[in-house]
């Protein structure tokens, strides 16, 4: 495993998350470093989309600790958090009637709050975001008429115009095609270049999580199975582990191993 | 991710035995109340005989065989009859919330029968069955054009059927109105009295159900298959459109021989299926009859219970608006256990025009059409020598007493409007709205405590009561859609079933023949007639100072539609929004409903009208739709005051008469879009 290159964006100390009975995910102790692409993978019900949902405050922990930046999440303000991470739910909702443009201008509540104005900074932001993710062709349309890719795009676009320096995203390419896959992990892995954005996020696919993460964390039956470089984790017995059915690896032209399941 | 921890506690298998331990619970009631009621009425015993051959000398055994049996009887009859038509309808409709009550169906049916006692009399003496039976055809046959175009999904269905029957009790109401010595009468029925005399009902009941429960028997097969979708039904060689028609037939049939010998009675029809089901009667043939037997179950024990408590208060209650009374609590039960179909939410999620436009100029032209309205209407009026121009400055002009009105329209007509945007954003879901979530009945059950608990109310009092009333409703019906996840469906139902439990509540305060009733059905309808000029200017300052306040919500309204989630990610303090933006609906809905009652649809028709004209910003959005409500009921209130002149319509009736049929069409067009 590779020593983290800049200071921990999040600490957990022991954090699990149990609904009655049952334990979504038991005690985990694990650090995650700022400014890479770290990809969650699991097979389904593995607790990947809980752990995101713990890191995005969405839900409290039910014991153990969890730190973002050194301090408890729990001590941090409700708006001042939001400045810092942003969080894209699994799946988008409905946007009613909300033309792109208005749906990136969201992203600047944080920083302006209920009451406050909405400046030229904040305008500039989300121009610059619209650039930044190429939205600008759909930012006067509205978002429920748009392509699922398209719609994608504008989601991360307000990720993005929240200017947080961490993006924790829940299966972002869950329903796009091949192309709109990669446009939008490209995509997520260059802000994470250009800007030093600490990017996390749930993947369903292997393959994918190998090509555009630095770093991926394999969680099985809601505990922490293997982390590593993607080298480190797409290896047949290391999958094997992961996903339960044997798993061949082969060498790309390029470079990279692809995993696929033994028939 | 399909294991979520709720998706697991639905998929538990809900408790049978309890169910079961319900249905026999009622038939005990039931048993013991008839027991009660009997001993009360012949502690002497013999009971018996005194019913198969009463002493014609003494009063008791002739109350016992003429009275207390045929009811007793009629009770288990109808009950039976509405469970089974209940089963029906689900099974023809695959739709677990389909019932004589939620399709409209029994206030059809009664509203026919109103309208032939006062018009055609005549009609009857073919058999007021046929008439209850045209009234519920016709209401059926309605939502099903309605809600055609959506492949008759669950919840379009219901939605149109509960406000194609609320429109039919509206209608009901009116008719009331202007023949008020119909009026004690007519309220009985429409609230489902079970007081007899003689076996004439009996009699009239048990062929014509026993004839439908035959052709239900005949046609038991048929309907097993119509559970499958329909290709694979075809395919076994069922004309599915006939057979679904007979079934209908048969269910409307079942009902209207119900409402024409009883009235309506409300929610047996829902209930009992759910219970069977809930239960563990899988079957069609074993889950039917068990919905039978658990309907007149509930009846029996109901009316027992009703007879009971005449006793000891000395007055009439009508049994129908008691099975409300309880059978909407139970149906706030059952939501959560329902099993819908996942695709029916889709159906519904707004679609709007690409017009994006410039709201300054839609607004002015808005207000500028309310202005117009406002003077229209303060202005000119009918009076016994023809129209009128009514000047101000002229001591004897009608202007002093019309602009209170119209000012207190608009207010309310604002008010309603921000009430039914504000919910719609909240809960996330179009049809939501003041008066199909019950708020306003909540209002409406808050004014009428107190107003029968505190002998002389003023209208502050009256106020904190119907916000207070008003805010319980919502409350209860957050903690229902906590429950179910924020389905919007389920909120929906939770909601109707609020409604129907204070509009049951306000029935039998009203059937009671309490002088104050009188005050609260002129209320109840809408009524502006009796607004002085200082309550118009309070109502109208309220009514501005909550759109001045409106600015400083706008945000949350813009991210609130957009998820939970969504929400708390990008900051948004949840608890503390939505606590207030729970509390400026309901006290916009209370004022709103002090001045023009709980009937009119603004609320839900507004924001929608809002929104067709492509005002789609938070805050356009509300601006739109608070002109717009109030140019309906400035309208509605010039219209009552002069369609029937010298006779007045109150304001709030005659917008839902506008607002109810704009609802179901915007229900039908939406369909489109989806």
């Known amino acids: 495993m590779s020593a983290p290159p800049s200071p921990a964006l999040f600490e957990l100390v022991d954090a699990q998350m149990r609904i009655g009975a049952r334990t979504l995910l038991h005690p985990l102790s694990l650090t995650v470093p700022a400014g890479r692409v770290v990809g969650l993978i699991g097979h389904n019900g593995s607790g990947k989309s809980t752990l995101l949902k713990l890191l995005a405050r969405q839900h409290a922990a039910t014991g153990g600790e969890i730190r973002f930046e050194g301090r408890p999440l729990w001590e941090w303000g409700t708006r001042a958090f939001a400045r810092r991470v942003a969080y894209l739910p699994q799946s988008s909702p409905a946007t009613g009637s909300m033309s792109g443009r208005e749906l990136v201008a969201l992203g600047r509540y944080p920083w302006h709050g209920a009451l406050g104005r909405f400046t030229a900074v904040d305008r500039q932001k989300v121009e610059e975001a619209i650039a930044l993710t190429d939205t600008g062709a759909f930012a006067d349309r509205l978002v429920d008429t748009l392509s699922g890719g398209e719609r994608q795009r504008v989601w991360i676009a307000m990720l993005v115009a929240q200017d947080a320096g961490c993006l924790l995203l829940d299966e972002p390419t869950s329903a796009l095609d091949i192309a709109h896959q990669i446009e939008t992990l490209t995509l997520i892995r260059s802000l994470c270049r250009e800007r030093g954005t600490g990017v996390i996020v749930v993947l369903h696919d292997v393959n994918m999580a190998a090509r555009f993460c630095d770093d991926i964390i394999a969680l099985h039956g809601g505990r922490l199975i293997a982390r590593g470089t993607p080298q480190e984790i797409v290896a047949p017995d290391t999958l094997a582990r992961i996903y339960g059915i044997a798993m061949d690896v082969m060498r790309q032209d390029g470079g990279g191993y692809v995993a696929m399941p033994r028939i | ?430 049809m939501a709205s003041p008066e199909v979530m019950g708020v306003s009945a909540g209002a409406a059950g808050g004014l009428t405590v107190a107003i029968f608990l505190i002998a002389e109310t003023s209208r502050l009092e009256q106020m904190l009561a119907a916000s207070l009333g008003a805010f319980l409703a919502l409350i209860v019906l957050l903690l229902a859609a906590r429950v179910s996840k924020a389905n919007p469906e389920r909120i929906i139902l939770a909601g109707i079933a609020i409604g129907a439990l204070l509009d049951a509540l306000v029935s039998v305060l009203m059937a009671s023949g309490d002088p104050r009733a009188i005050l609260l059905f002129n209320w109840m309808t809408g009524s502006t007639y009796g607004v002085d000029a200082s309550t118009a200017g309070a109502s109208l300052l309220a009514a501005l100072v909550l759109l001045a306040l409106l600015p400083l919500v706008r945000r949350w309204l813009g991210m609130l539609p957009l998820g939970e989630d969504t929400a708390r990610a990008l900051g948004v303090p949840l608890g503390a929004g939505r606590l207030l933006l729970l509390m400026i609906a309901a006290v916009a809905t209370a004022l709103a409903t002090l001045l023009v009652g709980p009937l009119s649809f603004v609320g839900l028709v507004a924001p929608h009208a809002a929104r067709l004209l492509g005002l789609r910003r938070p805050l356009s959005e509300l601006y739109g739709a608070a002109l717009i409500g109030a140019f309906i009921l400035v309208t509605a209130d010039f219209l009552g005051r002069t369609i029937a002149f010298p006779w007045q319509m109150p304001a709030g009736l005659v917008a839902s008469m506008i607002g109810a049929p704009a609802f179901l069409w915007l229900l039908s067009r939406k369909q489109d879009l989806a």
Do not use: K
Not at chain 2, 96 to 113: D, K, M, R
Not at chain 2, 311 to 323: D, K, R, W
């Open chain 2, 1 to 430: 991710m399909a294991d979520t921890p709720w998706a697991r506690r639905r998929a538990r298998a809900p408790s049978r035995l309890g169910a079961a331990a319900l249905v026999l619970g009622f038939a005990a009631i039931g048993l013991a109340g008839t027991v009660a009621n009997l001993a009360m009425l012949l502690p002497g015993g013999g009971w018996w005989a005194a019913i198969v051959r009463p002493d014609a000398g003494l009063p008791d055994q002739l109350l016992a065989a003429y009275s207390f049996a045929p009811r007793l009887v009629v009770s288990l009859l109808a009950g039976a009859a509405l469970g089974l038509a209940g089963a029906i309808l689900q099974q023809v409709l695959r739709n677990p919330i389909a019932s004589p009550t939620t399709l409209g169906i029994e206030s059809g049916a009664n509203l026919a029968l109103s309208a032939a006692l006062i018009w055609m009399p005549g009609l009857l003496g073919f058999g007021r069955e046929w008439v209850t039976l045209t009234g519920g055809l016709l209401t059926i046959a309605v939502v099903f054009l309605l809600s055609r175009r959506s492949g008759f999904a669950p919840l379009v269905v219901i939605l149109a059927g509960m406000v194609a029957g609320l429109y039919c009790a509206s209608l009901a109401a009116l008719l009331a109105l202007f023949e008020s010595h119909y009026l004690a009468g007519l309220f009985l029925w429409g609230a489902g009295s079970l007081s007899l005399q003689g076996w004439e009902e009996p009699l009239f009941l048990a062929p014509r159900l026993g004839l439908a429960g035959l052709a239900a028997i005949l046609l038991l097969r048929p309907l097993a298959l119509l559970g499958m979708e329909d290709a694979q039904t075809r395919s076994l060689g069922l004309s599915v459109g006939m057979v679904r028609l007979a079934a209908l037939l048969v269910a409307v049939a079942l009902t209207a021989f119900v409402v024409a010998s009883v009235g309506c009675i409300g929610f047996i029809g829902l209930a009992a299926p759910a219970l069977a089901r809930i239960a563990g009667a899988r079957r069609i043939g074993p889950w039917m009859l068990a919905s039978a037997a658990t309907g007149a179950a509930l009846l029996w024990a109901t009316d027992q219970m009703v007879q009971v408590a005449a006793v000891i208060s000395a007055q009439m209650i009508p049994t129908g608006a008691v099975t409300a009374l309880f059978g909407a609590p139970l149906l706030l039960w059952i939501i959560p256990r329902l099993r819908l179909p996942p695709a029916a939410a889709g159906s519904l999620s707004v679609q709007l025009g690409q017009s994006v436009g410039r709201p300054g100029r839609r607004l002015l032209l808005l207000g500028g059409l309310l202005l117009l309205a406002l003077t229209l209407s303060s202005l000119i009026g009918p009076t016994a020598t023809g129209w009128s121009l009514a000047l101000p400055g002229d001591p004897s002009s009608a202007w002093a007493l019309r602009l209170p009105r119209a000012l207190a329209a608009l207010a309310g007509g604002t008010l309603l409007a921000v009430a039914g945007c504000v919910l719609q954003r909240l809960t996330r879901n179009p």
